[in-house]
């Protein structure tokens, strides 16, 4: 009898000493966008914004592994609960039927970049209906914007992803194309030569200021437990001046076209 006693100790200790191990090194499968320089596939540390998410849950104990994938297919995925969490996206409320949102961990701005050899002016939405305009599939560029398109306000021709649509305003395919301003420099180095990316510069009004978070599937049942942690860890971040030292950029600065409206 003890030896039965002592077999059963010795069961119940090994599995438990399984599932801690488990625990502490747990993996986190995370889908994103190609996002450069925040999301970026082809960077040593996957991004500035990669590099945040992955040291949060570090703390927590947790790895991260991130799947780059076009942004719809992103989406799709971590809604079906193939992946923890999916990163980064603006709120929209349909979003909420799929999806928990996490704080904001990202503040964004996003502007129409052009050709200066073809000067932009607006002042409204429906001042860009005359444009032709280039977007990525996935993206959204805020519910006025949104709802533009929905109501074939505006003339955009979509893409799948962001760098294409450099090319196409070189080579006056579009006229303009909205992007987040630190992304759209950063493609913008790497899409064309020197020569050509001084021939585009962005307007000064932005289409959009907002936030983006880290969305965590409804049907998972984790996820609330996950939100609270990466929260309550990315307040910290905030607080010591660590979350700072992630987005800051030396010596950067943009071009504005003098021609362009204040």
Same mark, same amino acid.
């Given at each position: 009898?003890?030896?039965?006693?002592?077999?059963?100790?010795?069961?119940?200790?090994?599995?438990?000493?399984?599932?801690?191990?488990?625990?502490?090194?747990?993996?986190?499968?995370?889908? $994103?966008? @190609?996002?450069?320089?925040?999301? +970026?596939?082809?960077?040593?540390?996957?991004?500035?914004?990669? &590099? *945040? #998410?992955? %040291?949060?849950?570090?703390?927590?104990?947790?790895?991260?592994?991130?799947?780059?994938?076009?942004?719809?297919?992103?989406?799709?995925?971590?809604?079906?609960?193939?992946?923890?969490?999916?990163?980064?996206?603006?709120?929209?409320?349909?979003?909420?039927?799929?999806?928990?949102?996490?704080?904001?961990?990202?503040?964004?701005?996003?502007?129409?970049?052009?050709?200066?050899?073809?000067?932009?002016?607006?002042?409204?939405?429906?001042?860009?209906?005359?444009?032709?305009?280039?977007?990525?599939?996935?993206?959204?560029?805020?519910?006025?914007?949104?709802?533009? $398109?929905? @109501?074939?306000?505006?003339?955009? +021709?979509?893409?799948?992803?962001?760098?294409?649509?450099?090319? &196409? *305003? #070189?080579? %006056?395919?579009?006229?303009?194309?909205?992007?987040?301003?630190?992304?759209?420099?950063?493609?913008?180095?790497?899409?064309?030569?020197?020569?050509?990316?001084?021939?585009?510069?962005?307007?000064?009004?932005?289409?959009?200021?907002?936030?983006?978070?880290?969305?965590?599937?409804?049907?998972?049942?984790?996820?609330?437990?996950?939100?609270?942690?990466?929260?309550?860890?990315?307040?910290?971040?905030?607080?010591?001046?660590?979350?700072?030292?992630?987005?800051?950029?030396?010596?950067?600065?943009?071009?504005?076209?003098?021609?362009?409206?204040?």
């Amino acid at each position: 009898m003890k030896a039965v006693v002592l077999y059963l100790a010795l069961l119940v200790l090994v599995w438990s000493s399984a599932i801690a191990a488990k625990e502490a090194g747990k993996s986190l499968s995370i889908s $994103v966008g @190609d996002w450069p320089p925040y999301l +970026d596939r082809s960077a040593p540390d996957q991004g500035s914004l990669a &590099r *945040l #998410i992955r %040291d949060i849950f570090a703390a927590e104990g947790f790895s991260v592994e991130f799947h780059f994938l076009p942004w719809n297919r992103a989406y799709r995925e971590a809604a079906r609960g193939r992946h923890d969490a999916t990163a980064v996206w603006m709120f929209a409320p349909e979003r909420t039927e799929d999806f928990l949102y996490s704080d904001a961990v990202l503040s964004e701005t996003f502007v129409l970049f052009y050709r200066k050899g073809n000067p932009i002016d607006w002042l409204d939405i429906q001042d860009l209906a005359k444009l032709r305009l280039g977007g990525t599939l996935g993206y959204s560029y805020g519910s006025e914007f949104d709802q533009a $398109v929905a @109501d074939n306000v505006l003339n955009i +021709d979509w893409v799948s992803y962001s760098k294409l649509n450099f090319n &196409r *305003l #070189i080579y %006056d395919r579009i006229d303009a194309f909205p992007e987040e301003i630190n992304v759209g420099y950063h493609l913008m180095e790497q899409a064309l030569p020197a020569k050509q990316a001084k021939r585009i510069t962005h307007h000064p009004r932005p289409i959009l200021e907002n936030q983006s978070f880290v969305l965590f599937p409804s049907r998972l049942s984790q996820s609330k437990a996950l939100i609270e942690r990466f929260n309550e860890r990315l307040s910290q971040f905030r607080e010591s001046g660590r979350y700072d030292a992630y987005f800051e950029v030396p010596g950067a600065s943009f071009e504005i076209d003098e021609g362009a409206a204040n």
